[in-house]
């Protein structure tokens, strides 16, 4: 490589300098470039490759263990894997500045909402954290970004003449049963979707639930979905263990999309002019709880959530009971 610069470099004093001289010079050039490592310049554009830091696959395992849904692990991982190859730097040299450019560029080139960027926020805040009290970077450099502020939906919960008008449109037992379990319960989709028969104890008129991040919780039964569920049970012919089952044969497990369809179908059927949703039947049961002077812890024990704040954004209190409690203590 070295006699191959000198005689490229001398082709271009030819011309420039006398002949005699081009000897004299690449002589003392071969002499000279002796003492140098000598390799062309690489001008061509590669690409990062170890986009993923080595911690990525330790930092899932441990969310996993630590009972991480499974729904939650997909969309962690999809918005990090995009984050770092849009990022494209080693983890240990990703700056503040860098994660704001990637959470402004996103927003603009896919038209996200203020609260699903935010939702990338945290996702991002919460690698860095653990990554940084692992000892795997110094500091956390998502740490001084602040929450993207957004307005939240205000849910409105069904009235109790929308209830009504909801169990008046089923029209199977099935139907019925699946209602008033989803009221009486408060439970997710989800976990309706995993009830076995043997999670219902009708002596105690409990429920033990199955869900989000693989935790066990108890329920319970009112008089209405009590009487609903032994209608529905003692009509059934199958041998299948899960409590919801699809009416054509073989009977199998109702999933998650077939319940939604079905509570959607019916929300329909009952004409109160609004979408229905599992999740909204969940949101009447905790609203309802409070409204009835159930105790906020209790309701938080029955919704399954950790943060009591959670179920306050779930389950506001109605203006109509403020204000008629007011006129009531404030005199």
Not at 302 to 321: D, E, K
């Amino acid at each position: 490589m070295r006699e191959q610069f000198a005689k490229t470099f001398m082709t271009k004093l030819v011309g420039e300098i006398p002949d005699d001289a081009l000897k004299v010079v690449y002589q003392k050039l071969i002499i000279f470039v002796g003492d140098y490592e000598i390799a062309p310049r690489n001008t061509e554009i590669v690409p990062y490759e170890g986009y993923l830091p080595e911690c990525y696959e330790i930092y899932f395992a441990t969310r996993k263990i630590e009972g991480l849904s499974v729904r939650s692990l997909e969309l962690y991982n999809m918005v990090l894997r995009d984050f770092f190859f849009q990022v494209n730097k080693d983890l240990k040299q990703i700056t503040t500045n860098d994660i704001r450019i990637y959470l402004y560029k996103t927003q603009e080139t896919r038209k996200i909402s203020n609260a699903t960027l935010d939702n990338r926020r945290v996702i991002i805040q919460t690698f860095f954290e653990w990554a940084a009290n692992e000892g795997y970077i110094g500091s956390n450099p998502c740490r001084n970004i602040k929450a993207i502020k957004y307005e939240r939906a205000q849910r409105q919960p069904l009235s109790g003449m929308e209830l009504e008008r909801l169990r008046n449109a089923c029209e199977t037992v099935r139907d019925k049963a699946m209602i008033e379990m989803l009221y009486s319960t408060g439970c997710r989709v989800t976990e309706l979707e995993r009830l076995d028969i043997a999670d219902v104890d009708f002596e105690q008129k409990e429920v033990h639930l199955f869900g989000k991040g693989d935790k066990h919780r108890t329920s319970y039964l009112n008089v209405k979905a009590e009487f609903a569920l032994r209608n529905y049970l003692e009509m059934r012919t199958d041998e299948n263990p899960a409590l919801f089952v699809s009416e054509r044969m073989p009977h199998g497990r109702l999933k998650k999309p077939a319940i939604e369809k079905r509570v959607r179908q019916l929300g329909e059927l009952s004409k109160i002019g609004r979408r229905v949703y599992p999740h909204l039947i969940r949101h009447t049961t905790a609203t309802d709880g409070l409204d009835r002077g159930m105790p906020v812890e209790e309701v938080q024990q029955i919704l399954g959530h950790v943060n009591i704040n959670t179920t306050m954004v779930y389950a506001q209190v109605s203006r109509a009971n403020v204000k008629r409690d007011h006129r009531r203590c404030i005199v």
